[in-house]
């Protein structure tokens, strides 16, 4: 009761609510903001999987039909067994640089999200 009368003597009630209203908008601003980002996020998120799948199909086919082109001329183990030589060999070199390429998409996912 005191406090209120002191409020209302100092005229700092209005103040207060003012004071209210804005922390209160300011908060309704940031939580717009996060659902924004989320948003943005998840759209490029979604479409980086459908890229990333596409890609993974092509990769797929592709290295069949290299493999049975290669089967024709060489005998059909043969040709997967070149085909499979290959992803071995970049799986080789993935993992021998695996330390200076992880370095290298750290940075890039770093500055990606301070955009």
Do not use: C, P
């Not at 209210?20 to 490029?44: C, H, N």
């Not at 290669?70 to 060999?89: A, C, N, P, R």
């Amino acid at each position: 009761m005191w406090k209120e009368s002191i409020l209302k003597l100092l005229k700092l009630d209005g103040l207060v609510a003012n004071l209210t209203g804005y922390v209160e908008t300011r908060v309704e601003l940031m939580k717009l903001e996060i659902k924004e980002e989320i948003a943005k996020s998840l759209a490029k998120l979604s479409v980086l999987v459908i890229v990333i799948a596409s890609l993974s199909l092509f990769v797929l086919f592709f290295s069949v039909s290299i493999a049975l082109l290669i089967g024709e001329y060489l005998g059909f183990f043969e040709g997967f067994l070149i085909v499979s030589g290959f992803y071995f060999l970049i799986a080789v070199l993935v993992l021998l640089m695996r330390k200076s390429l992880s370095e290298t998409m750290e940075k890039k996912l770093m500055e990606k999200i301070k955009e």
